[in-house]
């Protein structure tokens, strides 16, 4: 069959528009898909602080009871409801890409509810068994934040978003500790809190350790691990004094430093993470 040159400068230029489209087309989904994947590494962030949040909050009510820096506790206190009333805001928007899927949705719902019956509680002064009752309904917030961080982790097809909920975690760590602390001087720990503390502190130093090792971790957050390790001797150095004044004060102002650390370290690597993901 004769082809005339023109049909062929023609069907040339047609297979060009169509390669065109087509490379349009891919670079469209994947900016797409980044896109997506960098709102989920700041949602594993914003219900992962949940977590700490919620410990956070039980810790500074707890150190009211006590007497401990009660300007400060109130402080904190403030801060920390603050904190999780924005980060529900801002997830209850859903992702730039749509609506969350219905079970991260009935998650949040669940979590608005955690919160609801905490900031009823935390309206009473505190006294022995209302420092109970805190306790008890912030570990209920904290096992939701932690399914709903979870199961937002699926969602991502990046790898290192479980780097994300880790690193988040030592936040959690960090005032569940504290926390615990505050509990047994209250004489409000459980028989198993002891346990629960050397675990928690065991798990805190291994992921510490572990953290330098990673290729994504930059000189920028290996700068800040650094101070993460100075600021954790401090706090353990507290942990293991006994729950007298002088303690439940060094444990107070140390845990507030750790955390500022941790949170910190938790944004940066959230930064290196969507820079891999850009």
């Known amino acids: 069959m004769h082809v005339t040159p023109c049909y062929r400068g023609h069907r040339a ?31 594993i962030n914003r219900t992962a602080r949940f977590r700490a949040l919620s410990q956070r909050i039980a810790k500074a009510y707890c150190q009211l009871y006590l007497n401990v820096q009660p300007a400060l506790a109130r402080d904190v206190l403030v801060s920390a409801r603050h904190m999780v009333a924005a980060g529900g805001e801002e997830l209850a928007k859903g992702l730039n890409t749509g609506p969350w899927p219905a079970d991260i949705a009935a998650l949040l719902g669940v979590i608005q509810k955690h919160v609801d019956v905490l900031n009823s509680l935390l309206t009473m002064p505190p006294t022995h068994e209302s420092v109970r009752a805190v306790a008890l309904q912030v570990d209920k917030f904290l096992i939701t934040a932690n399914t709903t961080t979870e199961t937002i982790e699926k969602l991502s097809a990046a790898g290192s978003a479980r780097l994300l909920n880790t690193v988040g975690r030592q936040r959690m760590l960090s005032q569940r ?17 002891p346990q629960q503390m050397n675990a928690d502190a065991a798990e805190f130093k291994s992921t510490l350790s572990s953290l330098a090792k990673l290729p994504i971790t ?33 444990v107070a102002t140390a845990s507030e430093r750790l955390l500022e650390v941790m949170d910190k370290l938790t944004g940066l690597y959230e930064v290196a993470l969507k820079d891999v993901l850009g």
């Open 13 to 43: 230029n047609r297979r060009a528009v169509v390669r065109g489209a087509a490379a349009m087309m891919l670079m469209s989904i994947f900016h797409s898909s980044a896109q997506a994947q960098m709102a989920l590494a700041s949602a």
């Open 177 to 193: 500790l504290a926390k615990n602390y505050f509990l047994v001087a209250a004489k409000l720990g459980e028989t198993s809190t």
């Open 218 to 250: 930059t000189a920028n957050i290996r700068s800040e691990l650094t101070l993460g390790e100075q600021q954790w001797v401090f706090f353990e150095a507290a942990l293991r004094n006994k729950p007298d004044e002088s303690g439940l004060r060094n």
